[in-house]
T-cell receptor
Framework: NAGVTQTPKFQVLKTGQSMTLQCAQD?????MYWYRQDPGMGLRLIYY???????DKGEVPNGYNVSRLNKREFSLRLESAAPSQTSVYFC????????????FGPGTRLTVT | AQSVSQHNHHVILSEAASLELGCNYS??????LFWYVQYPGQHLQLLLK??????LVKGIKGFEAEFIKSKFSFNLRKPSVQWSDTAEYFC?????????????FGSGTQLTVLP
């Protein structure tokens, strides 16, 4: 099992450019999450998907969209990147039969100039 | 809304020293509690978790945490730290009820262990 995988690992964008961060899990988990990590602020939830076909806003959803393509994949899209979106982005997944413990991917380091 | 406080932002210890990292949460209902660790350049890994039962929870790598409900605390401890414990540590809280299993993270504590 690869667990949770994310692509790309690093990305540099110019202000106004768009991009999609990809996340996939092979653990058959129902729920998936996108977080951003900023220094001194811990991880903050951007969006989550409790199950295939559903998505909901988290704490900091502005400037982002998500798609739960199928049970395995959950993508995060920045339509018009801003410097404030410079961050490290983590995807996670969880399942009720594992106590809803969240498993994290390796992260994507995004810089917006 | 629930919140999680980690009061120590940066802790510096020498090898073999004892460690205690504080974590307090604000929520009156039933919660699940977690400690995650992030080694430099790596993703978050679960150290330990508390759902119910014995409030003293043992995790990986010799770490343990004690849930004190009356104090809304879930402090992380290790009797003797090693250089390899240098990492950032995050406390997190999840509500036990509700359809969405969201985690609320603390701001993290950077631990530096000097050889």
């Amino acid at each position: 099992n690869a667990g949770v995988t994310q692509t790309p690992k690093f990305q540099v964008l110019k202000t106004g450019q768009s991009m999609t961060l990809q996340c996939a899990q092979d653990m058959n988990h129902n729920s998936m999450y996108w977080y951003r990590q900023d220094p001194g602020m811990g991880l903050r939830l951007i969006y989550y998907s409790a199950s295939e076909g559903t998505t909901d806003k988290g704490e900091v959803p502005n400037g982002y969209n998500v798609s739960r393509l199928n049970k395995r994949e959950f993508s995060l899209r920045l339509e018009s990147a801003a410097p404030s979106q410079t961050s490290v982005y983590f995807c996670a997944s969880s399942a009720p039969d594992r106590g809803n413990e969240q498993y994290f991917g390796p992260g994507t380091r995004l810089t917006v100039t | 809304a629930q919140s999680v406080s980690q009061h120590n932002h940066h802790v510096i210890l020498s090898e073999a020293a004892s460690l205690e990292l504080g974590c307090n949460y604000s929520y009156g209902g039933t919660v699940n509690l977690f400690w995650y660790v992030q080694y430099p350049g790596q993703h978050l890994q679960l150290l330990l978790k508390y759902f119910s039962g014995d409030p003293l929870v043992k995790g990986i790598k010799g770490f343990e945490a004690e849930f004190i409900k009356s104090k809304f605390s879930f402090n992380l401890r290790k009797p003797s730290v090693q250089w390899s414990d240098t990492a950032e540590y995050f406390c997190a809280v999840m509500l036990s009820s509700g359809s969405a299993r969201q985690l609320t993270f603390g701001s993290g504590t950077q631990l530096t262990v000097l050889p």
